[in-house]
């Protein structure tokens, strides 16, 4: 299975819990007006899942859904340089469709590919942010982040958790704004998810939003989905994860760019030739996963190791410091962007798969579930998909556990990006269904 600047209108404004309320009022305001891409009919989407196989876990399109591109103000990593983040918004239509929609705030995957917008229908996490939730019903509003296609800022500040929530905050005010133009009627509730990077991103804008602008989001819950929460810690694995070429390097040189204090020369962190250009790699202009891997630019490929690989781009005094040492730069760094330590009042999900060899659920889903825990939390659920995903695609209903085989290349490398999605999505809509 493959997934593949205007003012708030008065009368809307009532609806919706308001359209501004940040500290900047431009944030979240519309830098350009927005563009119906495509329209999607129930048909079409019932189609694509069905040739996908995504169809037993989507079930079939009630609505059509309207693809529109944003443009909108946003700030940068600092919270003060005033910048753009461009992003869509899934707006459910049709007749059996007119009831006002609760709001999606979605936060993507990790994404190496600077022109990418979501703003597009043939795209597959687009279409299954379309598939799963607006031809449900759902208005969704998903941003493409700083530094990614129309966005202005010069870099993206990968898993930092504060730009990240703005950011996605500001796509929340972005679509109310919006939502008059292009035939949106929203409920004013909203909830947050996202996957992968995405799972940090809604989680720090769930938290963001609970803490500093209660009055005006109307969050109702938050679905966190295989996200890496517990940075800090995972930069004690002795072991690599798988993706560790891209993930690592592309954190490290992100907080460098935040803080200035990461590493002191980039030559102390990265080996040659990475360090030559390593700073500026991640996000390509031209270059994905695959390519960054086959052109040499990133090591990788048929018998190379996580371990082998991490080993290969990075100083190993450098990796040895972060962990051993609770004073390591990057440590430090690293404990600004936990999760860890808040209390939600919305109800939450946390979902992942045992299995997943990039986000591992036991660092980051059990340790955040526990953590919540600890200060008696009851709005908390956490849910384990990897029955679901092994028997789904391990070859006899189970995962392969020959390291040496093709099977267990395949079913590994497609875990986290491929596999998993789908069936945490699901569970997903399974808690907004409870509450929208």
């Not at 991490?310 to 004073?327: K, Y």
């Amino acid at each position: 299975m493959t997934y593949f600047r205007l003012s708030c209108v008065a009368a809307a404004a009532v609806l919706l819990v308001a359209c501004g309320g940040s500290d900047d009022p431009d944030r979240g305001s519309l830098k350009e007006a927005p563009v119906t891409v495509a329209t999607l009919t129930a048909a079409q989407i019932d189609a694509g899942t069905a040739a996908s196989g995504l169809q037993p876990i989507t079930g079939k399109a009630k609505c059509d859904v309207k693809v529109v591109a944003l443009n909108y103000y946003t700030v940068g990593a600092q919270g003060t340089e005033s910048t753009n983040a461009s992003g869509v918004m899934l707006v459910p239509g049709g007749a059996a469709c007119t009831a006002a929609a609760p709001l999606v705030a979605y936060a993507k995957g990790t994404d190496l590919q600077k022109p990418r917008t979501l703003a597009n229908p043939q795209d597959t996490e687009t279409f299954l942010l379309a598939a799963m939730y607006a031809a449900q019903g759902y208005a969704v509003v998903a941003t493409d982040y700083l530094g990614f296609a129309k966005s202005d800022y010069t870099y993206h500040p990968y898993l930092h958790a504060d730009s990240e929530a703005r950011t996605v905050l500001d796509s929340v005010r972005a679509a109310r704004a919006a939502a008059t133009t292009v035939g949106a009627s929203l409920s004013g509730k909203v909830m947050f998810t996202g996957y992968s990077q995405g799972g940090h991103s809604s989680m720090a804008a769930h938290r963001a939003a609970e803490r500093d602008h209660p009055a005006e989001f109307n969050v109702v819950a938050g679905a966190h989905l295989a996200g890496p929460y517990n940075l800090s810690g995972s930069l004690k694995l002795p072991d690599a994860i798988v993706g560790v070429q891209f993930f690592v390097p592309y954190l490290v040189t992100a907080w460098q760019k935040v803080y200035g204090n990461v590493y002191t020369d980039v030559k102390t962190a990265f080996k040659t030739p990475y360090s030559g250009y390593i700073e500026t790699l991640l996000p390509n202009p031209t270059l994905n996963y695959t390519t960054l891997v086959t052109s040499g630019m990133l090591p990788g490929g048929p018998g190379v190791t996580p371990n082998q690989a991490r080993d290969a781009v990075f100083q190993s005094d450098f990796l040895l410091g972060a962990q051993t040492s609770a004073t390591h730069p990057l440590v430090l760094a690293a404990k600004k962007n936990d999760l860890l330590g808040w209390s939600p009042k919305a109800r939450v999900l946390l979902c992942g798969g045992a299995g997943d060899p990039t986000v591992p659920p036991a660092v980051h889903q059990a340790v955040m579930k526990a953590d919540f825990d600890s200060r008696g939390l009851t709005n908390v659920s956490s849910v384990d998909v990897d029955a679901m995903v092994q028997a789904t695609f391990g070859p006899g209903g189970k995962a392969p556990t020959d390291p040496a085989s093709a099977a267990f290349a395949t079913y590994y490398g497609s875990y986290h990006g491929t596999y998993e999605p789908p069936f945490c999505h699901a569970q997903a809509r399974g808690l907004f269904d409870l509450v929208k």
